[in-house]
């Protein structure tokens, strides 16, 4: 055993035989100063909204808060020194201290992510959702807040809660100019359609059509007053009751093939999505039938070439006619088959 430790006892002699032991030091040099941040603290969120017809579209951004830290620069060079004298060095490495904290700054800016965004109206919350990677929430005022807005009246202003805290509030100023004139007109059509059949006079009908297209403008889909009124209208103009089973109507391939050829020609949001989904599965449903009836009803007001003669489905030219309008009648062709030219006619002699 003892000669494993001679080596060492022999170094450790020579070492002290030649001036002392090894010793290390650092020397730094200070070359300047520069600013670093600390970790994001005391997140804040900030929305502002955008509204359009009963849809509101409101964008949430966060940051944060980080301490400002002052930073010494220095280069640090290791040595190995014998007493006073410097036997080696290692080469400079420059490095950061701590030199003291600045205040705190904004930091961490981004679209707020992973939160629940909710619309607070007087005393209720309404919660909407969560943020897309760009920040935004859509919803449907009166979807999720039609007992505030429509028993209470549209209040002029909402706010924004993100996590349960207020980031903000918005203007509904939009949505109450929507929500006006939806009463207004709704109002009007609903005193014409309820009028005995035999009291509606020709000048009804003509306003009916008016006010009824204006209405189906305004609709996003989710109005059950404006959807009440296409119901009735409907009856009005097609002087009957609607009877959708599926027994009694038809089912002409050629024209289904060539409403969803039609398809492809029609802009992105032309479309109510329950008439994309019936087009594109083949199937009758009764809001795409009412929504064909219907723009059926307003091509026969808006183009008086369909009724120049006793309409047939000849007469509906594609240069001549819009692909809604053609998808439309393509779709009651599908449905209903040749009997349906009957119905144009009789809106012809309606219009």
């Not at 941040?37 to 509101?56: F, N």
């Not at 309008?325 to 449905?335: E, H, I, P």
Request: aromatic residues 8%; hydrophobic residues 40%; contains cysteine.
């Amino acid at each position: 055993m003892k000669p494993r430790f001679l080596a060492p006892a022999l170094g450790f002699l020579t070492l002290c035989c030649g001036g002392g032991p090894i010793t290390h030091r650092y020397v730094d040099t200070e070359v300047g100063v520069t600013d670093a941040y600390g970790a994001p603290q005391g997140t804040e969120y900030s929305a502002t909204a955008e509204t359009e017809r009963e849809v509101i579209r409101i964008t949430v951004l966060e940051r944060s808060h980080c301490d400002k830290l002052k930073m010494k620069v220095i280069s640090r060079v290791d040595q190995s020194v014998r007493g006073d004298k410097v036997v080696s060095q290692e080469p400079a490495k420059q490095m950061q201290l701590p030199a003291g904290k600045d205040g705190t700054v904004p930091c961490n800016e981004r679209w707020a992510r992973n939160v629940w965004v909710g619309l607070q109206v007087g005393t209720e919350t309404y919660r909407l959702g969560m943020p897309s990677p760009l920040g935004e929430v859509r919803a449907n005022l009166a979807g999720k807040l039609q007992q505030s807005l429509y028993a209470d009246g549209a209040p002029s202003e909402a706010t924004v809660v993100v996590n349960g805290v207020p980031a903000g509030k918005v203007s509904l100023a939009g949505f109450q100019s929507h929500e006006t004139r939806v009463a207004v007109l709704s109002d009007e059509l609903k005193a014409i359609l309820g009028k005995d059949d035999a009291a509606i006079t020709k000048d009804d009908i003509s306003r009916s059509y008016e006010l009824y297209e204006m209405l189906n403008r305004l609709d996003t889909g989710d109005d059950a007053r404006i959807a009440g009124l296409r119901v009735r209208f409907m009856e009005l103009l097609y002087q009957r009751k609607q009877k959708e089973a599926t027994e009694h109507l038809k089912r002409n391939l050629k024209a289904l093939d060539e409403a969803k050829g039609l398809l492809g020609t029609i802009g992105q949001g032309l479309l109510p999505p329950y008439v994309l989904s019936a087009v594109q599965g083949g199937l009758t449903s009764p809001e795409a039938l009412f929504w064909a009836r219907g723009e059926a009803a307003l091509a026969v007001r808006n183009f008086p070439a369909l009724c120049g003669s006793p309409f047939t489905w000849n007469a509906l030219s594609p240069s001549a006619y819009p692909p809604v309008t053609r998808l439309a009648f393509s779709y009651l062709r599908f449905a209903y088959d040749d009997p349906f030219q009957t119905e144009v006619r009789g809106l012809c002699a309606r219009r």
